[in-house]
C-alpha cells in the first residue's frame, strides 16, 4: 500500500491518492508514514521535472494535491511533527522586481527535498537578506530575479553579505528569467542555476547531502 | 467600386502587400533634412525586406531599449512617467545622440503615471507605487483576478465579464461599477435604464474615468510630439502595436500563472473554450488598431509557452491552436505578427515551422540562433539575440564580437535582424553602439 501512495502520487492521479490516503487513515496507520510516502511520491515528481518528463503545470498540480493530504492528515497527528531538516536555505526575489513564481517553486522543490526554506517574499532590501542570515545562521542563500534590474539589486546584495563579514560563511547561488554564468561572476554569487531542481542539487552538494 | 469588397477578395500576399506599400509611401510631414526624407524610405525599406525574408541593404538593427532614455537622459523611469516634459526632454535627448540608428521608439510604452493613479490600478506595480523608487520598470502583480468558476460568465458575455467582474478588481475606482446594470438591459422605453447611474459611488467611478482620460490626453500630446520629431527626422514607425497569445492573456492577468496550471488538469474544456473566445476579441482588437497608413507590425510578446514552462505535448494542446489561430487572424488581414519568444523556443521550432512561408517573424531572447536558422530560416525572418546580460554587464568589444558571429550565422540569404534577447533600460551605451557598427562592418549584403 505504501507503495502505492508514492507511485500514485507520482503519476498525479489524484482521486486515487486521496482515496488511499483516506482508507490508510481509517485503517488507523500511523499518519507520520502516509506523509513520509507523500514525501516520497514528491521526490520522484522532483526527478520527474529534473528530467523534463514533467514541467511546471505538474508542479503545481502536485503541490496543490500534497497540500490536499496535508488537510487530511493534519487532524489525525497526534503532536505537531517538526521533521529533521537538512539544513536552512534563505531565499528572496532581489530589491526591485517582485515576481515569485520562481521564487515559490524553488521554495517548494526545497522544502519537499528535505530543507527548512526561509522564504523572504519579493522587493526584499540587501539589508533584511543579511540580516535574516544572521538570525537563522542558514548556511544557503538564494536569490531570485525575473528582470534586468536583478542584475545590480544581486550585487549589492552579495556585496552587503560580503561587507557584513558572513560572506565565507555562506554560499549564495541565484536565479532567473534573463541569468546566466556571465551574471554570476558579476554578482560574485557562488553559482546559477536554471531551474528549481538545479537549486536543490546546489543547495545538497553545499552541505554535503546525498 | 466597392473597396471593401476588393480588400475582402485579396489573399493575405495582396493585402500585406498594399498594407506595406501604404506604410513606407512618404507621410506629408516637414522633413527636417532632404537627407532625412531619403533616410525615411532607405530605413522603411530595410526592415520590410528583412520582415518579408528578402535582402536588404545590409541587416537591420534594433536596439534593444525599453526605458533606456530616460535614464540615458540623467532621469527615471518614476520621474518620467509622471514629468512629460522630462519624458520628452529625454526620449528627444536618445533620438538626437542616436541618430544614425536603423529605429527608434517613441515614449508610448511609459505610461501615464496620473492617469494609473486616478483609476488606482492595480495591476501594475511602479517605481515609487509598490515598488522601490529606484526600480527601472514597472511590473504585473501576478493573481487570480478571475475565479475558476468565472469561466462560463467570460465565455458567456465577455464585455459584461470584463465591466463588472474583472475591471474593478484590476481598478479600485471601478468597484462601483458593479452595480450598473450590463448594457443589454438597456431598454427600449428607457425608463429604469440610467438610475445605477445617479448613484454616489458610480459618479465617483465615472469622474475617476474621466480624470485618468484628461490625463491621458496631455501624456498623450507629449508622446505625439516626439513621434512626430522622430519622423520628420527621418525614422519611420516599425511598431504598429502590440497582441497577446491567449494562453498568456489568460495566464498572465486572469487566471495567474498558478491557476491556469491546475485549470489544465482540473477544467481543460473550458480553458480551452475561453482560449477560442479570447482568440476572436484578440484578433478584432488589434486588427482595429493597426490604422491604414501606420506600421502594419504587431508585436507579441510570449510568455508562459516558453521551453520549460510546460511540456511539448501541452504546447500542442493548450498552447498553440488558439496563439496560431490569432496569428493567423492578424495574417490574413495582411498585418506582419512579430513573435517575441521571451525565454527559449528551442523545443517549439519544430511546431510553429507549419505557419506559411514568410507570414511572420520571430524575435528570440534565448533560443538557439543557429538551431532558429536552420529550422526557421527558409520561413521566417529572424530577430534577436544579443543577451541582456551581456549588453549590461560586457565591454563594448565582448558585445560587437557576438553580434559579428551572430550575424555570420544568421545574415546569409536575407530575412535576419539583429537585436538584443529582451531590452534594457540601463547600461554602457557604448553597448549599443557597437551593435550599429556592427551591422554596417558585417551585415553589408
Known amino acids: 500500500m505504501s507503495e502505492n501512495l508514492v507511485n500514485m502520487l507520482a503519476d498525479l492521479k489524484d482521486k486515487e491518492v486521496m482515496e488511499l490516503v483516506q482508507q490508510r487513515l481509517d485503517s488507523g496507520e500511523d499518519p507520520l508514514k502516509i506523509l513520509e510516502d507523500s514525501r516520497k511520491g514528491m521526490e520522484i515528481v522532483g526527478q520527474r521535472f529534473a528530467s523534463s518528463e514533467y514541467f511546471l503545470p505538474e508542479l503545481v ?83 531570485s530575479g525575473f528582470l534586468t534590474p536583478a542584475f545590480d539589486a544581486m550585487k549589492e546584495t552579495v556585496a552587503a553579505i560580503e561587507s557584513a563579514g558572513i560572506r565565507d560563511k555562506v554560499k549564495i547561488m541565484i536565479g532567473g528569467g534573463q541569468l546566466d554564468d556571465g551574471i554570476t561572476k558579476y554578482t560574485k554569487a557562488d553559482a546559477y542555476g536554471k531551474d528549481a531542481m538545479v537549486a536543490v542539487a546546489l543547495a545538497k552538494g553545499w552541505i554535503g547531502a546525498k | 467600386m466597392n473597396v471593401q469588397k476588393q480588400w475582402a477578395e485579396m489573399t493575405w500576399e495582396e493585402k500585406r502587400q498594399e498594407r506595406f506599400k501604404q506604410w513606407l509611401s512618404v507621410p506629408d510631414v516637414k522633413f527636417s533634412s532632404p537627407e532625412a526624407e531619403k533616410l525615411y524610405i532607405e530605413r522603411g ?66 505610461p501615464p503615471g496620473k492617469a494609473l493613479e486616478a483609476v488606482d490600478y492595480k495591476l501594475y506595480k511602479w517605481p515609487g507605487r509598490g515598488i522601490s523608487g529606484d526600480t527601472t520598470s514597472y511590473q504585473c502583480v501576478e493573481g487570480e483576478y478571475m475565479k475558476a468558476d468565472e469561466y462560463d460568465a467570460l465565455i458567456r458575455d465577455p464585455s459584461n465579464f470584463w465591466l463588472r467582474m474583472y475591471l474593478p478588481r484590476v481598478f479600485g475606482a471601478f468597484e462601483p461599477l458593479r452595480n450598473i446594470p450590463p448594457f443589454t438591459t438597456i431598454e427600449e422605453i428607457a425608463i429604469m435604464s440610467f438610475v445605477s447611474y445617479g448613484r454616489p459611488d458610480v459618479q465617483g467611478a465615472f469622474q475617476a474615468l474621466l480624470e485618468a482620460g484628461r490625463e491621458s490626453m496631455k501624456w498623450m500630446a507629449a508622446v505625439m510630439e516626439v513621434s512626430l520629431e522622430a519622423t520628420q527626422r527621418g525614422f519611420p514607425g516599425i511598431m504598429g502595436g502590440l497582441a497577446k497569445a491567449p494562453f498568456d492573456t489568460l495566464g ?25 473566445k479570447i482568440a476572436t476579441l484578440t484578433i478584432d482588437s488589434t486588427v482595429a488598431s493597426v490604422g491604414s497608413a501606420g506600421a502594419p507590425v504587431i508585436i507579441m510578446p510570449l510568455h508562459k509557452g516558453a521551453d520549460g514552462f510546460m511540456s511539448k505535448k501541452q504546447y500542442e494542446t493548450f498552447y498553440w491552436p488558439t496563439f ?23 523545443e517549439r521550432l519544430d511546431i510553429v515551422k ?8 520571430w524575435w528570440f531572447d534565448q533560443t538557439d540562433m543557429s538551431k532558429a536558422k536552420k529550422i526557421l530560416g527558409d520561413k521566417a525572418c529572424i530577430i534577436g539575440n544579443v543577451p541582456t546580460s551581456l549588453l549590461m ?14 550575424i555570420e550565422v544568421c545574415a546569409p540569404g536575407g530575412g535576419y535582424v539583429l537585436s538584443g534577447g529582451a531590452n534594457i533600460d540601463k547600461g554602457n551605451p557604448d553597448n549599443l553602439r557597437v551593435m550599429m557598427e556592427a551591422v554596417k562592418e558585417y551585415g553589408v549584403y
Not at chain 1, 88 to 99: L, M, R
Not at chain 2, 325 to 344: D, H, Y
Request: with cysteine; net charge neutral.
Open chain 2, 45 to 110: 525599406t530595410r526592415f520590410a525586406k528583412a520582415f518579408q525574408m528578402k535582402k536588404p541593404d545590409r541587416v537591420p538593427c534594433i536596439l534593444p531599449v525599453s526605458n533606456y532614455p530616460a535614464y540615458y537622459g540623467g532621469s527615471d523611469l518614476r520621474t518620467v512617467m509622471y514629468d512629460y516634459d522630462e519624458l520628452k526632454r529625454t526620449w528627444r535627448k536618445f533620438l538626437h545622440d542616436f541618430n544614425d540608428s536603423d529605429v527608434y521608439f517613441g515614449p508610448a510604452m511609459v
Open chain 2, 252 to 276: 498572465d492577468t486572469l487566471r495567474g500563472t498558478q491557476a491556469i496550471m491546475m485549470d489544465m488538469f482540473q477544467r481543460p474544456e473550458k480553458l480551452k473554450e475561453a482560449m477560442e
Open chain 2, 354 to 361: 507549419e505557419l506559411p512561408r514568410g507570414s511572420v517573424s
Open chain 1, 61 to 143: 498540480f502536485s503541490g496543490d494535491l500534497l497540500k490536499r493530504i496535508t488537510e487530511l492528515v493534519k487532524p489525525h497527528l497526534k503532536q505537531e511533527v517538526t521533521p529533521k531538516k537538512l539544513g536552512k536555505v534563505v531565499i528572496g526575489t532581489v530589491a526591485g522586481d517582485i515576481h515569485d513564481i520562481g521564487l515559490n517553486i524553488v521554495d517548494f522543490m526545497l522544502d519537499v527535498n528535505g530543507f527548512e526554506v526561509i522564504n523572504l517574499g519579493v522587493d526584499v532590501p540587501a539589508e533584511t537578506f543579511v540580516n535574516k542570515v544572521k538570525e537563522t545562521a542558514a548556511p544557503i542563500v538564494g536569490l
Open chain 2, 393 to 406: 554587464t560586457g565591454t563594448p568589444k565582448e558585445v560587437k564580437e557576438y553580434c559579428r558571429k551572430l
Open chain 2, 324 to 346: 496560431k489561430k490569432v496569428i493567423m487572424g492578424l495574417v490574413n488581414e495582411g498585418i506582419m505578427p512579430i513573435l517575441f519568444a521571451e525565454g527559449s523556443y528551442n
